[in-house]
């Protein structure tokens, strides 16, 4: 992300259109690390002999609020023109970035330091990476109070987006949580490492999150002889949820139309979900009434004489 802003391209999770062309002023990035020495950093990025554009690495050591805003706001004021501050990571500057008077403190800082600027006609822009709070679970969506920071902290951000594990290996689920000047999508971007010439990714597909998120061990697996239909969870109204957010009652529509003989592919048009998405909440849906015995007095017929579970990639 950095490497794209210091070269003047849009970074390509933002945006919703990849076949148009984009370009943007290239800025100068500065990088304060908190949790690598200056050398080990460049090692890590530069071990392919990579050379990053406009990109500067502070040297600073120490780190504390005070100390970080200090230096922000002296390497601000020597800045004639835009640029970005990236700091990884804000939870290593106290234990109690989670208080709400410690953070505050922080986001003050910041903005003050960022209206300084603004006098001076000058938009500097601060990336803020936090790490997810011990009581957090993977197997769970990413929401802001997943993040280890105060929501004192969390309520003044432009955009929040997070990086997150899924049940595939080598592969990370990108999700915008919430943004002013960015949409929330339904669904969230799968992302693949690679490695060279740096660390980087490059974009595989998109899928509703509780459809990648990591599995716990099954009930069989576990050695629970309990209730297994665990995936859908009731809304407020008693309604109960499948992959992709769908209610009962759209369930119920969704196979009338697989009757009529309608595609995943026709599905996908008519819901707006990916055709993996909607194939995952049929089977859901078949679980479920096979777990409430419904199949038996709703219709004579088992779904799988009507429903042709397509391969999806």
Request: proline fraction near 4%.
């Given at each position: 992300m ?9 970074f390509?999770?933002f ?20 949790e690598?020495q ?11 002999g ?5 990109i ?5 050591q ?5 100390s970080?805003?200090?230096?922000c706001?002296e ?5 004639t023109?835009?640029a970005?501050v ?6 290593r500057?106290?234990?109690?970035i989670?208080q ?33 709070s011990?009581?957090?679970?993977k197997?769970?969506?990413?929401n802001i ?12 951000m432009?955009?929040?987006w997070?990086?997150?594990p ?5 592969q990370k689920l ?7 000047n960015?949409?929330e999508?339904?669904e ?9 010439p ?6 595989v597909?998109t ?5 990648v ?5 099954s ?13 859908n ?21 969704i ?7 309608s595609s995943?592919?026709d599905?996908?048009e008519?819901w ?7 194939n ?32 999806v990639e």
């Open positions: 950095m490497d794209a802003i210091a070269k003047g391209k849009p390509e999770l945006v919703s259109d990849r076949s148009k062309p984009y370009s943007l002023d290239p800025q100068d990035v500065y990088l304060i690390d908190l690598m200056y050398a080990k950093l460049s090692e890590r990025n530069g071990k392919h990579y050379v990053f554009e406009n500067y690495r502070s040297t600073c120490t780190y504390s609020i005070d970080y805003l200090k230096q706001r390497l601000v004021h020597s800045l023109k835009p970005t990236f700091v990884d990571n804000i939870t500057f106290t234990s109690d989670t709400p008077t410690i953070a505050k403190k922080l986001y003050d800082g910041i903005k003050d330091i960022r209206d300084e600027a603004k006098k001076r006609g000058i938009d500097i822009t601060f990336v803020l990476v936090a790490h997810t011990n009581d957090w679970s197997h769970k969506p990413i109070s997943s993040i280890a920071v105060a929501d004192t902290l969390t309520t003044g432009d955009s929040i997070a990086i997150g899924t049940r595939y290996r080598d990108f999700k915008i949580v919430t943004g002013r960015i949409p999508p339904d969230v971007l799968i992302l693949e490492r690679t490695d060279e740096f660390l980087c990714f490059k974009i597909g899928a509703t999150e509780d459809d998120l990591p599995t716990r061990k009930a069989s697996d576990s050695g629970d002889k309990g209730n297994r239909f665990k995936g969870k009731k809304d407020v109204n008693g309604d109960v949820k499948f992959p992709g957010g769908f209610s009962l009652s759209d369930m119920e529509k196979i009338e139309e697989y009757k009529s003989g995943l592919r599905l996908q008519d707006k979900k990916s055709t993996t998405t909607i995952k909440a049929i089977k859901k849906y078949e679980e479920y009434l096979a777990q409430t015995n419904s199949n038996k007095s709703n219709s004579e017929t088992p779904l799988d004489d009507y429903i042709d579970y397509e391969e």
